[in-house]
């Protein structure tokens, strides 16, 4: 009964290789984001969606391209991984703007 | 633009000691406060927030924290503190009207017996 699930957990992968992370939540909720923390545990909003919608684009490359298919998923796609890239990544969701966030675990994303 | 800074990267408090963790923030607007904690590989777990009302909110796992506007402060705290506290704690800020948060550097609480 995991409220927001992501996957995968972890991912190892060369640079410049395309690679997607999925994010599933069942709390009903409409608004759904991707943040990213860096080495330093430093976490910053990249996207957020409402209903499918985006509306929050925060100064992430274009090589980051989110998608939305239902308001239940929020997928991430990346392109020409660069070493930058290693982080934790983190979706979450929400029942309206301003409600509490829910988490899920996150994807370490690990760039050789 | 909103920002929240957290003093002190690292705090260290004996097992039954107050818990204080300090937290600052800057809005334009009328805040959402929030009080996340990270435990070693997992995601955020949500503590406590503040939207209105009472200025004095209290969370899960005894802490509580008081919004003070005069002082632009939302401080965390907890009487005693266990081992199973040792954590990592994020204070964050949203605008009543946008949805993003945005999220202080974090505070390390290591817990000594």
């Known amino acids: 009964d995991t409220a927001v699930s992501q996957t995968p957990k972890y991912l190892v992968t060369q640079m410049g290789n395309d690679k997607s992370i999925k994010c599933e939540q069942n709390?009903?909720?409409?608004?759904m984001y991707w943040y990213k923390q860096d080495s330093k545990k430093f976490l910053k909003i990249m996207f957020s969606y409402n209903n499918k919608e985006l509306i929050i684009n925060e100064t992430v490359p274009n090589r980051f391209s989110p998608k939305s298919p239902d308001k239940a998923h929020l997928n991430l796609h990346i392109n020409s991984l660069e070493l930058g890239d290693s982080a934790v990544y983190f979706c979450?969701?929400?029942?309206?703007?301003?409600?509490?966030?829910?988490f899920g675990d996150g994807t370490r994303l690990s760039i050789l | 633009a909103q920002s929240v800074t957290q003093l002190g990267s690292h705090v260290s408090v004996s097992e039954g000691a107050l818990v204080l963790l300090r937290c600052n923030y800057s809005s334009s607007v009328p805040p959402y406060l929030f009080w996340y904690v990270q435990y070693p590989n997992q995601g955020l777990q949500l503590l406590l927030k503040y939207t209105t009302g009472a200025t004095l909110v209290k969370g899960i796992n005894g802490f509580e924290a008081e919004f003070k506007k005069s002082e632009t402060s939302f401080h965390l705290t907890k009487p005693s503190a266990h081992m199973s506290d040792a954590a990592e704690y994020f204070c964050?800020?949203?605008?009543?009207?946008?949805?993003?948060?945005?999220f202080g550097a974090g505070t390390i609480l290591r817990v000594k017996s």
């Open positions: 709390l009903g909720h409409d608004t």
């Open positions: 964050a800020v949203s605008e009543v009207y946008g949805n993003k948060l945005v």
């Open positions: 979450a969701s929400s029942s309206r703007g301003n409600q509490p966030q829910h």
